[in-house]
């Protein structure tokens, strides 16, 4: 909690959800990461710019946002953090989605399937802290 900063939290999750919002007008698309970017990964014409895109703008946000990227890409936990993605990403298909569409999209959609998983994941979130 050393550099907690809610203004930056607070503009983070208005992002995640304006950018929710912007993609469910104006494409009929649900904003779940972990679905849009396994998309990339199994590429269909109609739907890899949009993905591309949105995943692209993401990491561009990382650049525009965090004042220590450079430092962060360059540090010697990079290799730490590949494979923590790789385990989120397990476990995203393990639970049939992520934080991001479980807990924004599914939440809003008053889905018991998604309000169960964001349970799950505050609660094993909790429960790592403390082992921190």
């Known amino acids: 909690?050393?550099?907690f900063t809610p203004w930056s939290a607070l503009a983070g999750g208005a992002l995640l959800g304006a950018s929710a919002v912007i993609l469910?007008?104006?494409?009929?698309?649900?904003?779940?990461?972990?679905?849009?970017?396994?998309?990339?990964?199994?590429?269909?014409?109609?739907?890899f710019l949009w993905?591309?895109?949105?995943?692209?703008?993401?990491?561009?946000?990382?650049?525009?946002?965090?004042p220590n990227a450079s430092s962060t890409l360059t540090s010697p936990s990079i290799a730490l953090y590949i494979i923590a993605g790789l385990l989120v990403g397990i476990g995203t298909r393990l639970g049939n989605g992520c934080t991001s569409g479980h807990g924004i999209i599914g939440i809003?959609?008053?889905?018991?399937?998604?309000?169960?998983?964001?349970?799950?994941?505050?609660?094993?979130?909790?429960?790592v802290v403390l082992f921190r």
Do not use: E, Q, W, Y
């Open 51 to 66: 993905r591309l895109l949105f995943i692209g703008g993401m990491v561009l946000s990382f650049f525009i946002f965090s």
């Open 108 to 127: 809003a959609r008053l889905s018991r399937r998604s309000v169960l998983a964001t349970c799950i994941f505050v609660s094993s979130a909790i429960v």
């Open 24 to 47: 469910l007008l104006f494409a009929g698309k649900i904003a779940g990461i972990s679905g849009i970017f396994s998309g990339l990964l199994r590429p269909r014409k109609k739907d």
């Open 1 to 3: 909690m050393d550099n």
